[in-house]
Structures are given as C-alpha cells and as structure tokens.
C-alpha cells in the first residue's frame, strides 16, 4: 500500500492479513483506508462493500442459548466454553485493580494497553463461536435463533463473583458476530421472545422457578424431565423459532 504523510507520499509499504481478509479486500475494497495506532501497533481500517447473497429458505433451526459459564449452547447439544475466559477476565479485574491503585501517569498507560488487549481477547473467542455456529447453520440448510437481548439480563443468575464482570460481558457482541457472519452466508438469523426459556419445560411446557433446582441444572417438577439448563434454554429457543416462523409461512386464506 501507499500512504500520504507530511513528508509526501510512502509507496509499497507492506502489510500483514489473514487470507480471509486479504481476499475480501483484493474483490471489495471502497475508497480509501484509515490508518490507526493502538498499543504499539499499526492498523489498516478498510471499508469493504461485500455484496449479500439472498438469505435461504431453512429447513429447521438451531436454538442457541448465551450465558456465563457456558458462552453459548446449541440445541445440537454443541457447548463453548467460558470457563478459560472467565479466568483470564478474573486475573485481568485484579491486575486492572492494582494499576488503578497506583494512579501513576505509566500506570494510566499500561491499564488502556490492558483494555484493549482484554477485549481483542474477547473478540478472538467470540469470533470462533460465531464462526462454528454459521458454519454448521450453512451446512445443514438451517437458521438460527436466538434470544431478544432485552431479556437476558433479568434472566441471567450470577455467582457474587461473576457480577463484576457482567455488565461488560460480550452478550451483544457474539449477537453481533453472528448476524454478521450469518448475513455473509445466506443464514437467516432469528430473534425470539426470551421470557422463560430457562425455566419452561420444553416437553410439558409446565413454567416455574421451582424447575431450576440449581443454576446449570433443569429439572421439570410435573413431568420430570431432567438435563442441563442451557441446552434446555436452547431447545426452548429452537422450539419458538419454529413456531415463529411457521405462522410467518402459513398461507393465506384466500377470500371467497
Ligand atoms: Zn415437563
């Protein structure tokens, strides 16, 4: 790339990408870059216009249930863990709390380095997750669903220390990640009404609080279906995404 500066204009400078990257912006690249200086680093930001293929028509759904322990579940029974980034954000809190105690203008640096790095960690996970739930949503000609986000945090039930990190935690952005990737592949993407999920039996549909015994465990009081709460929450998901969808697709009547 060529870049203008206060000395003139800078020819052949290399740039590193990953293939993926490199391909989008070899066929789909807009005007021109901004270029960005983060923690010792050089960024290029390109604006790619990648034409959208028509969402298909999918044969079924796959629920996907958000939450701390576990990032995100599927009705597949497919599990992402959090547990390694719930570690790796704790050891960021306590190491963010002894920065900030120091109040030192170094400090102050190296606490914004921090962020910034926590984050692009995030993102990495969050990348993956998006990535492998689209994948499988391609393969198998489904859709896929998931909570409307207004609900999530009511229904979300926290250890003391998990609160600390909730208010940041990247529910938006895997929603994000995965409609974006989602609308590249033709996936159709779908938001349900959150309430219950977690404590409505998915076989008998009896609804209590007193059907979630302990925080990872589902356990109906009236038919006794029993099973890990999130896949529970996802099989709830998929179930109301189908129901959606078909009375959007049921035909209508024609008028005598
Ligand atoms: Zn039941």
């Given at each position: ?28 690249r ?83 380095k ?6 692009r ?14 994948a ?16 999530i ?12 990190t ?7 952005q ?29 076989r ?23 099973g890990?709460?999130?896949?529970v ?24």
């Open positions: 790339m060529s870049i203008w500066t206060t000395a003139g204009r800078l020819k052949g400078i290399l740039f590193a990408s990953s293939a993926d990257q490199f391909a989008t912006l070899r066929a789909h807009r005007g021109e870059s901004d270029l960005l200086f983060r923690d010792g680093m050089w960024f290029l930001i390109a604006t790619c216009e990648v034409p959208e293929p028509e969402a298909f028509e999918p044969t079924d759904w796959i629920g996907v249930d958000r939450g701390i322990a576990n990032l995100a579940t599927t009705s597949d029974l497919d599990n992402f863990q959090g547990r390694r980034l719930q570690r790796y954000r704790r050891w960021h809190a306590r190491k963010r709390a002894e920065l900030q105690a120091k109040q030192t203008k170094s400090a102050n640096r190296r606490l914004k921090r962020a910034h790095k926590e984050a960690h995030a993102t990495c996970v969050n990348h993956g997750i998006a990535k492998d739930i689209v499988v949503a391609q393969r198998t000609g489904r859709g896929i669903a998931l909570e409307e986000l207004r609900g945090r009511d229904r979300v039930r926290l250890y003391r220390h998990q609160r600390a909730q208010s940041s935690w990247p529910f938006h895997l929603e994000r990640r995965i409609t974006y990737k989602a609308r590249r592949a033709g996936v159709p993407v779908l938001l349900v009404d959150a309430r219950y999920t977690s404590q409505m039996c998915p008998c549909k009896h609804t209590a609080r007193s059907n979630r015994p302990t925080r990872d465990t589902f356990s109906c009081r009236q038919c006794g279906l029993a890990p709460a999130d896949v929450a996802a099989v709830n998901i998929r179930d109301r995404a189908r129901r959606a969808w078909v009375l959007v697709n049921v035909p209508v009547p024609m008028a005598a």
